[in-house]
């Protein structure tokens, strides 16, 4: 098949899209293409964009820093834009996380979080090696964060390289007792190193959501049987569910927090695993075979942390949760005249994330309702793009009231359409 262009995307069928927009530039909630058009941005650039897009303090920060340090060896040497937001970010977060390691995207801060727990126990000369994981989960796309993931057609092909893992099913409503007893008697079993969890909202698996309570007896199983417990909040964090991070509505800290996307405010790549000085002390010794074995060449890289910093700043200095609890409640609004349509089921909303499913037999992240909606949302000039069956709005908090209109009439003429 010859196409016009080299370029390999992710998750995209060559033999079936059409031709792929090409993006110019940016703005708010919008985007604009190579020809003008304005776009837009119904799921934040894939979850990623917070207070909108080309945010002036972030882009600033960003051309200030590339300026002065572009990249530098992390181990061994250190600058102020990673010394500052280590701090910054400590400041901000539950208090027993008090280091912070440095990554590139979602999935490295998983793999980091699974080796600093499979290290903190082989530290301690009482290794343990199976990992717990919720059923539907996802935690990125490199081969451990996949195989602490939910299997299906994404992985199927790799499958011989997955590690096994010990799977909670999903606390379903009504069921949460069921899936709470189950991670009871997983934690239970010798050999449990860690439970890895998308706390109240499990993303790529379809906006699943389960209430803060049952995040809350999760953490406390965990602690009750020594089981460190990762909250992966690389989608969940930076304000998408209501507060700061979701962890905060059940009350909990974690032993190891990810974060990503949000983290820079969604303008460039850089993640952070926390940890508590239990499992940072168990890596800290006079014992060079001790250390934490991990690393990548962009660590830390200064332009990232500048604009991370920027992103800090804002969330200290912006009304950023006034602005989310805004938008939660006119989401809540477009959810409410959207349940009514014929096709629409479950209809659910956890702050700045609704979400619905398409009524009918086509399920499945390759269910081709997805791709005929997200057809019938370019036509309109909405990037929005379906899980499966499932439709959801996740847009950065600057969205305006006339955009999230235009949004909600192009989810009632698809739901007509496809009727
Ligand atoms: C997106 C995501 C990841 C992976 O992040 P990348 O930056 O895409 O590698 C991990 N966990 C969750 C919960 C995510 O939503």
Not at 62 to 74: G, N, T
Not at 130 to 158: C, K, P, W
Not at 297 to 304: D, E, G, L, R, V
Not at 336 to 354: K, W
Request: charge should be negative.
């Amino acid at each position: 098949m010859s196409r016009a262009s080299p370029v390999w995307h992710p998750f995209t069928q060559h033999g079936l899209e059409e031709p792929i927009p090409l993006v110019a530039r940016a703005e708010g909630a919008a985007i604009f293409l190579a020809d003008g058009t304005r776009v837009i941005d119904a799921i934040s650039s894939w979850w990623v964009t917070t207070h909108g897009h080309n945010h002036p303090c972030i882009t600033a920060a960003i051309a200030e820093q590339a300026h002065k340090l572009d990249q530098i060896i992390f181990a061994g040497w250190t600058h102020e834009p990673a010394e500052r937001l280590a701090r910054d970010l400590l400041a901000m977060m539950p208090a027993p996380l008090a280091h912070v390691f440095f990554s590139d995207s979602g999935s490295t801060s998983v793999e980091v979080a699974l080796k600093m727990a499979l290290g903190y126990w082989a530290n301690r000369a009482a290794p343990r090696h199976r990992i717990l994981v919720l059923e539907h989960s996802y935690h990125g796309d490199t081969i451990g964060a996949m195989s602490v993931g939910a299997r299906g057609v994404f992985n199927q092909a790799y499958a011989a390289l997955l590690f096994d893992v010990g799977t909670v099913p999903f606390p379903c409503e009504g069921h949460e007792q069921a899936s709470l007893d189950a991670l009871e008697a997983a934690c239970r079993a010798d050999n449990v190193a860690a439970f890895i969890v998308e706390p109240l909202v499990l993303g790529a698996g379809g906006m699943l959501m389960y209430p803060a309570w049952v995040l809350r007896e999760m953490r406390r199983i965990c602690a009750h049987h020594g089981v460190l417990f990762i909250a992966d909040e690389v989608m969940t964090g930076w304000g998408r569910t209501g507060t700061l991070l979701a962890c905060e509505q059940a009350g909990v800290a974690p032993d190891l927090l990810c974060l990503a996307k949000g983290l820079t405010g969604g303008s460039m790549p850089l993640a952070v695993t926390l940890a508590t000085p239990a499992i940072f002390d168990a890596h800290c010794s006079t014992d060079p075979a001790r250390q934490f074995f991990h690393s990548s060449s962009y660590t830390a890289n200064p332009i990232a942390c500048a604009a991370a910093c920027a992103n800090l700043a804002i969330w200290r200095e912006e009304p950023v949760l006034e602005r989310i609890g805004e938008l939660a409640r006119r989401e809540a609004g477009l959810l409410a005249d959207l349940s009514g349509l014929p096709g629409v089921a479950n209809p659910r909303q956890c702050g700045t994330i609704a979400a619905f499913d398409i009524a009918g037999p086509a399920s499945g992240y390759l269910a081709d309702i997805g791709l005929r909606l997200r057809r019938i949302f370019r036509e309109r000039n909405i990037l929005l793009r379906p899980l499966g069956n499932t439709v959801y709005i996740m847009p950065p908090y600057c969205i305006d009231a006339p955009d999230l209109s235009a949004i909600k009439s192009a989810a009632i003429h698809a739901m007509t359409a496809i009727a």
